[in-house]
């Protein structure tokens, strides 16, 4: 295979997960993050993640140990030199985006393939920052990465064929259905996705269900493994609110257009498991209430 070594940009929730993914399976990974705490956060995720797997007899010890000795940490970006394919994986914003891919054509291998993990942010316009923009591909991954068993590969009107040819090899390793999306706003998933999860924002506004109900009415009459706003809170609501911003500003179209209640939970804080309380309230002990503050009934 091409890719030996990855570089995953951003030590959040989705960097790691991917980096823990793809060290797993084998490949060599380097966590970069501008902030020495959130990379310290990263590596006390990944050590406990892996003591679950373990815990669960999905894995042995010596697995867990090899396969955290196959992650790397650093703050300098100039760390990505060696690196097969360097995944962007930073907050859903435009202009930090475009900033780090700018960087990265500083230091990385003519060779390597650049990607991003977006979920709605067009690949063209991010391939602009680079003097190359064949080389470079979306490849957003689903939260939580190490579970989820679906890669959208986006083309950028300027991506190469072969670099599409990498990018699905990459994903097959890890053990990722590819499904090949154009570059459009949203692309697959999040297309359908996002107009349910928003009107499901809006049932809680208007009191039409409690958010449990609202949760349980789609388990159970569509037999969808997580209600929506269970899915939200998973995802981050903030994530989300960047992402339906992103879709309907490109659009247009009213069926993105986020619902108050988004934007007032995340002024309040509320962002979901990350913070401890979204559409629910989450515990130590990993019990969950509906979050009253929101939905009073």
């Known amino acids: 295979m091409f890719a030996k070594k990855l570089f995953v940009i951003g030590a959040g929730f989705?960097?790691?997960?991917?980096?823990?993914?793809?060290?797993?399976?084998?490949?060599?990974?380097?966590?970069?993050?501008?902030?020495?705490?959130?990379?310290?956060?990263?590596?006390?995720?990944?050590?406990?993640?892996?003591?679950?797997?373990?815990?669960?007899?999905?894995?042995?010890?010596?697995?867990?140990?090899?396969?955290?000795?196959?992650?790397?940490?650093?703050?300098?970006?100039?760390?990505?030199?060696?690196?097969?394919?360097?995944?962007e994986a930073a907050s859903e914003n435009l202009e930090i985006k475009k900033s780090i891919i700018r960087e990265v054509d500083k230091y990385a291998n003519q060779n390597a393939v650049i990607a991003s993990n977006t979920s709605s942010i067009s690949i063209t316009t991010l391939a602009s920052c680079l003097d190359d923009p064949s080389r470079f591909v979306g490849m957003?991954?689903?939260?939580?990465?190490?579970?989820?068993?679906?890669?959208?590969?986006?083309?950028?009107?300027?991506?190469?064929?072969?670099?599409?040819?990498?990018?699905?090899?990459?994903?097959?390793?890890?053990?990722?259905?590819?499904?090949?999306?154009?570059?459009?706003?949203?692309?697959?998933?999040?297309?359908?996705?996002?107009?349910m999860l928003n009107e499901a924002c809006f049932l809680v506004e208007r009191k039409?269900?409690?958010?449990?109900?609202?949760?349980?009415?789609?388990?159970?009459?569509?037999?969808?493994p997580m209600g929506p706003l269970e899915l939200v809170d998973m995802i981050g609501i903030d994530v989300e609110l960047a992402v339906m911003e992103v879709i309907y500003e490109e659009t247009g179209d009213s069926k993105y257009r986020p619902a108050v209640l988004l934007r007032r939970m995340v002024d309040a804080g509320f962002l979901g498991r990350k913070t401890g309380a979204g559409f629910y309230n989450y515990n130590e002990d990993g019990t969950r209430t509906a979050n009253k503050r929101i939905f009073g009934r």
């Open 14 to 87: 989705m960097g790691t997960g991917i980096a823990q993914n793809a060290a797993v399976k084998g490949l060599d990974v380097t966590i970069y993050d501008v902030s020495e705490t959130q990379l310290e956060k990263s590596s006390k995720t990944l050590e406990k993640e892996l003591a679950k797997l373990v815990s669960r007899e999905k894995m042995t010890e010596e697995e867990a140990k090899e396969t955290q000795a196959r992650v790397h940490y650093t703050a300098k970006m100039k760390a990505c030199f060696d690196a097969d394919v360097i995944i």
């Open 140 to 195: 957003h991954f689903f939260s939580p990465v190490p579970k989820m068993p679906l890669m959208e590969i986006v083309r950028g009107l300027h991506t190469s064929d072969e670099v599409i040819k990498i990018a699905t090899e990459v994903g097959e390793f890890m053990g990722k259905s590819c499904v090949l999306a154009k570059d459009e706003a949203g692309f697959i998933v999040n297309r359908m996705l996002l107009p």
């Open 208 to 224: 039409v269900g409690t958010i449990e109900e609202i949760d349980l009415a789609m388990k159970m009459g569509l037999h969808h």
